[in-house]
Nanobody, 119 residues
Framework: QVQVVESGGGLVQPGGSLRLSCQAS????????MGWYRQTPGNQREWVAD???????NYADSAKGRFTISADRAKNTVYLQMNSLKPEDTAVYYCKTIIFSAGNNHAYWGQGTQVTVSS
């Protein structure tokens, strides 16, 4: 069993910053990827950024230059530092982990954390 818990969301003014955290716990041996997605009402979940076991980081165009993903592998934790936030960044942000076990990749999601960018 794997648990994924996000934290760090909140209300911030345009141009401000927030840092999201996500920790995976339980049977996380074989953890291959941790990443962030976001979703607004009526829309599909959108990929934001991820970091692979190798340390390779990937970003959506909307995140490049403003968001930074980092990981503390010892803590099975991933962070998303979000700077220069815009109202269009308002969404529920979800953490996704992929763990390889029993010959397959398994995806686990957190419950989401709300980010609201508004003056």
């Amino acid at each position: 069993q794997v648990q994924v818990v996000e934290s760090g969301g909140g209300l911030v003014q345009p141009g401000g910053s927030l840092r999201l955290s996500c920790q995976a716990s339980g049977n996380v041996f074989g953890l291959n990827l941790m990443g962030w997605y976001r979703q607004t009402p009526g829309n599909q979940r959108e990929w934001v950024a991820d970091v692979l076991k190798s340390g390779t980081k990937n970003y959506a165009d909307s995140a490049k230059g403003r968001f930074t993903i980092s990981a503390d592998r010892a803590k099975n934790t991933v962070y998303l530092q979000m700077n220069s936030l815009k109202p269009e960044d308002t969404a529920v942000y979800y953490c996704k982990t992929i763990i390889f076990s029993a010959g397959n990749n398994h995806a686990y999601w957190g419950q989401g954390t709300q980010v609201t960018v508004s003056s």
